[in-house]
């Protein structure tokens, strides 16, 4: 079974057991739920819409992490304007530990 997952803007496949980074959560507890976008149980079955009215998602924080360092350089000839940058984006580290559907009725 696996669930994909919406996170930061960016979505995300996962199924329990995963270790994923996603975009900085800012959470005062470790335990994070998600509303999952869409569905895979183990039959293979599709599950998307309002048939995932009520399923989660739940997965542990982990801890902080930094994504590579990106290295910035602006240049004009003739000019003599030349500025360098870097940046690296900080992420936050999960663990999912379930995927919970609604109950059938």
């Known amino acids: 079974m696996y669930a994909v997952i919406d996170s930061g803007g960016k979505q995300a496949k996962v199924a329990p057991g995963?270790?994923?980074?996603?975009?900085?959560?800012?959470?005062?507890?470790d335990q994070i739920s998600f509303i999952p976008v869409l569905v895979v149980d183990a039959d293979g079955q599709v599950l998307t819409g309002p048939a995932l009215q009520g399923a989660t998602v739940s997965a542990r924080l982990l801890g902080e992490v930094k994504g590579?360092?990106?290295?910035?350089?602006?240049?004009?000839?003739?000019?003599g304007y030349r500025r360098?940058?870097?940046h690296r984006q900080k992420y936050s580290q999960i663990q999912i530990l379930n995927i919970d559907l609604p109950s059938k009725s």
């Not at 995963?18 to 507890?29: A, I, K, Y």
């Not at 350089?73 to 000019?79: A, M, R, V």
């Open 18 to 29: 995963d270790v994923v980074s996603v975009e900085l959560l800012n959470s005062d507890s």
């Open 84 to 86: 360098r940058m870097g």
């Open 68 to 79: 590579p360092k990106i290295r910035i350089f602006k240049y004009k000839s003739k000019t």
